[in-house]
């Protein structure tokens, strides 16, 4: 896709779960360089969180090849399921200490306040209770506890569908920058196309097959492709 270096790389894969006839995923292939926002959108059960599964590493295919990063972070719809802490203090250093990175208490606040001003919100937020967060809050303080360990690749799974329309913009103009000023490979997953027009890329997937892949302007064009698929116009 660009000059850039490849932080993902996925050949020809074909995924089945356990147990099951019929694979979930058929002859997959991408490559997402380092900076860059690849947004796969797909329908209900179309293989979108499958395919982000096997891109953090956590299902193996049973054929083609994956080329994975080191260091991945995962963010869903509703971080509180995955999250620790009390405070956003907590969840962040949390993330940071779970690396195995080790610094004295001044250093690791002054490291958890930085990456929170990477987000765009304040010191004051802190010593803040989780849970009295708005959901567009939350989702920030997940961005910045994924972002604080420095991930090579991002996978965040349908991150602003539970999130209201002024939410959602804010959400996704923070993760637009991020993913440039961090040179960060994201790697988007939506039901949604209008969530993934900001994408540099974006590919459609259809039971378990990439239908169309190239510029969101052109993809989401395709009208063909989009009833293929089931997803509605913009
Ligand atoms: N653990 C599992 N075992 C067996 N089948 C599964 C498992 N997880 C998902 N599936 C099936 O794999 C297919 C793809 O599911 P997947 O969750 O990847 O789709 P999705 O595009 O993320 O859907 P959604 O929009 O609902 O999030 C579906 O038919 C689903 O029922
Ligand atoms: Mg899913």
């Not at 302007?217 to 395709?222: E, K, L, P, R, S």
Request: proline share 5%; hydrophobic share 45%.
């Amino acid at each position: 896709m660009t000059g850039r270096p490849v932080v993902l790389a996925l050949k020809e894969i074909w995924f089945t779960y356990p147990g099951r006839s019929l694979p979930v995923l058929q002859d997959i292939s991408l490559t997402l360089p380092e900076g860059t926002w690849l947004s796969v959108v797909g329908g209900n059960g179309s293989g979108k969180s499958t395919l982000g599964k096997l891109c953090a590493g956590l299902l193996v295919p049973q054929r083609g090849a994956v080329r994975l990063p080191l260091r991945t972070e995962w963010l869903s719809s509703n971080p509180l399921d995955t999250m620790v802490g009390a405070t956003v203090e907590e969840e962040v250093a949390f993330n940071l200490l779970h690396t195995g990175c080790r610094m004295a208490e001044r250093a690791l606040q002054a490291r958890v306040t930085e990456s929170l001003r990477e987000v765009g919100l304040s010191g004051d937020f802190l010593k803040k209770d989780l849970l009295k967060l708005s959901g567009g809050e939350r989702q920030l303080v997940a961005l910045a506890s994924a972002l604080v360990t420095r991930p090579q690749l991002l996978i965040l799974d349908e991150p602003v569908s539970m999130l209201d329309e002024g939410s959602r913009a804010t959400v996704l103009s923070v993760i637009t920058r991020l993913v440039k000023e961090l040179k960060v490979g994201l790697l988007h997953l939506t039901h949604d196309i209008a969530e993934a027009a900001g994408a540099d890329m974006a590919v459609v997937v259809h039971k378990g097959r990439l239908l169309a892949c190239g510029p969101p302007g052109t993809v989401f064009a395709a009208s063909h492709v989009l009833q293929a698929a089931g997803l509605e116009p913009l």
